[in-house]
Structures are given as structure tokens and as C-alpha cells.
């Protein structure tokens, strides 16, 4: 169970995000929803210690707001960022093996980061930089999986992908989900997020103005108020 509670973080002087609040337990998913520079990538960073920030977070019991990055990120709490930030001059292999924390770095921990998405396999000596968009999401999410997180934090995970990329996607968090990890994901593709979410805050300038089931959010007159984006769900 990852708990946040009164999360506040800012760049500078300016305040980014606001008492932010939510709690996502294992096996569940938390969208966070909202319109561009609203502070979703700022919370994102904010729960793995990357900006200036205050609150109380804990995963499992175990609080995390206290630790330096590099602990936070042993802790079980994994990330996806936003745009993916893989080394585009090295392998496939070698950004995994990057990301490993354990000692020795065999069959077992390559399957974890491209079992999820087998043709990875085939890929592993192909420098990131030269993957499509699509399988370079592919190997962000594989890294993120290496080390066995409880909870993994995907900020805009089908950004700039095909639509069969997209779905691909949201198989994969869909497996995710079924492994027993809690998942927040921001995500501007609307029918995966809220097919794949089980509750959602929407977020305006840095707060949580609204939260309610997945179910619940595919109100159109709640889509429109928060994200001005009314009747666009695929029926
Ligand atoms: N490094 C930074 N320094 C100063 N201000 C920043 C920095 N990064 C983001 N901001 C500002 O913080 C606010 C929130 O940005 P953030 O990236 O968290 O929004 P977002 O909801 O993730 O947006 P998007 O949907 O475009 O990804 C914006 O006003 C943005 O301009
Ligand atoms: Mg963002």
C-alpha cells in the first residue's frame, strides 16, 4: 500500500503542488488526471524524492519521505518517467543492467525487465536510442520491473505511441496490475486510463479537486469540468 498524505513540493518559490493526498494499495491503480503543467509529473517526482517537496509518504508501512533518492528508489517504489529518459548510446541491455540493484545480473532478472514484452529479447544489443518510441516505453517499463517493486509510479506511459502501441501499453499495466503491485499512472489517452484505473484524482493547479471511482469518472459532465474534454470516451 503506498499512502500520501499532505504532499506539498515547488520549484524555487513556486508552489507546484498542493496537500496532495491519495492512497493506492497492491493490485489497484490511481489515475491522476488533468490538463497540461497541472503538477501530475511534479507529483510523480515529488513521491521519489526529485523535487524540492514536504509530506508523508509511505510504502508498505515504511516511511519513505526521510530517505535520500537512491533508498527511495530500493525501496520498492519504481518509476516510469515521463518521455522515458533511457541512455540512447547504450544497449538495451546494458539501461537494464544499469538499473539493477542486486549483484548479479542473470536470466532471472533479464526476464522480469522483457518478459512483459517478448520481442525485447531480440533487441537486446540495439542501442535505446534507435528503437521506436514504442519499444523504447517497452524498456523504460522493463527497468522499472527488474527489481521487483510493490509500487510503480508511470507518468504518461503511451505518450507519442501508435494506437496498437497504446493498447500494447495498457495490456502490460494490465499484467501489472494482476502481479499484485500498486500502480499510479497519469495518462492523457482517457478510455485506457479509465478502463485500467480503479479510482482517479483530478488535479487542478497542483491539488486534488476531485476523486471518485474509474467508474464514476466516465461522467461526461465530470470530464468536462476537469479536463474540458467532455463526451470524448469511446462509447
Ligand atoms: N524544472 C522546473 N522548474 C520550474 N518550473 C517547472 C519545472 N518543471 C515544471 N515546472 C512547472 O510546474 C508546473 C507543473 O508542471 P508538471 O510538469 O508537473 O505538469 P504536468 O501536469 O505533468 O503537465 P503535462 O501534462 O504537460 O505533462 C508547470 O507550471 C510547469 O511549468
Ligand atoms: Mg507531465
Redesign the pocket.
Known amino acids: 500500500m503506498l499512502t500520501v498524505g499532505g504532499l506539498n513540493a515547488w520549484?524555487?518559490k513556486?508552489q507546484?503542488v498542493n496537500n496532495v493526498a491519495f492512497e493506492v494499495g497492491r493490485g489497484k491503480t490511481l489515475g491522476l488526471l488533468?490538463r497540461?503543467?497541472?503538477?501530475?509529473?511534479?507529483t510523480i517526482r515529488a513521491l521519489m524524492g526529485l523535487v524540492d517537496r514536504a509530506g508523508r509518504i509511505t510504502l508498505n508501512g515504511r516511511q519513505l519521505d526521510n530517505l535520500p533518492v537512491y533508498k527511495i528508489a530500493r525501496s520498492g517504489l519504481a518509476y516510469v518517467p515521463?518521455g522515458r529518459h533511457l541512455f540512447p548510446h547504450l544497449t538495451v541491455e546494458e539501461n537494464l543492467r544499469l538499473a539493477w540493484h542486486g549483484a548479479k545480473f542473470d536470466n532471472d532478472v533479464l526476464e522480469r525487465g522483457i518478459g512483459h514484452f517478448p520481442p525485447l529479447s531480440e533487441l537486446l544489443n540495439r542501442l535505446a536510442g534507435n528503437l521506436s518510441g514504442g519499444e523504447q516505453q517497452m524498456v523504460a517499463i522493463g527497468r522499472a520491473l527488474l527489481n521487483q517493486p510493490t509500487a510503480i509510479l508511470m507518468d504518461?506511459p503511451t505518450e507519442g505511441l501508435s494506437p496498437l502501441f497504446q493498447e500494447k501499453v495498457g495490456a502490460v499495466i494490465e499484467n501489472i496490475k494482476a502481479s499484485n503491485i500498486a500502480i499510479v499512472l497519469?495518462e492523457q489517452n482517457l478510455n485506457l486510463a479509465l478502463n485500467t484505473c480503479d479510482e482517479v484524482c483530478f488535479i487542478e493547479r497542483g491539488s486534488v479537486v476531485h476523486k471518485c471511482s474509474a467508474a464514476d469518472a466516465k461522467s461526461p459532465a465530470l470530464l468536462e469540468t476537469f479536463l474540458g474534454v467532455g463526451g470524448s470516451l469511446r462509447k
Open positions: 520549484y524555487g513556486s507546484v488533468g497540461n503543467g497541472v503538477g501530475k509529473t511534479t515521463q504518461e497519469v
